[in-house]
């Protein structure tokens, strides 16, 4: 089976880099390039295998994997095409309720 392609949704891009720049703002070099290769082994292993990682809610298609103990990556699985779609990433100490996918 192929690997599945990596879509970055707009929001997700923007997301990822404000998680970013509050990681350099709060945490050492170190630390920040340790978060950003976790997140590329993440992606990596979910185009292998999209279903990898938790359901999101009660949607088999969209899944959500730890990237670190506050910050989840949310994406959706589009199996037809064989395409993952970078949904959002949130930082989990954020209000739940203002999470919005799209």
Known sequence: ?????????????????????YLNSRWTEKEVHHFIFRTVTVIEKITKNPFLFKQYKNNPQIR???????????YEVLTDNEKINLLTF???????????LR
């Open 1 to 21: 089976m192929p690997d599945f392609d990596v879509v970055w949704s707009d929001k997700a891009e923007r997301t990822y880099n404000e998680i970013i720049e």
């Open 90 to 100: 949130w930082g989990t100490r954020q209000n739940p309720q203002k999470l919005k």
């Open 64 to 74: 959500q994997a730890v990237l670190h103990e506050t910050v989840i990556l949310i």
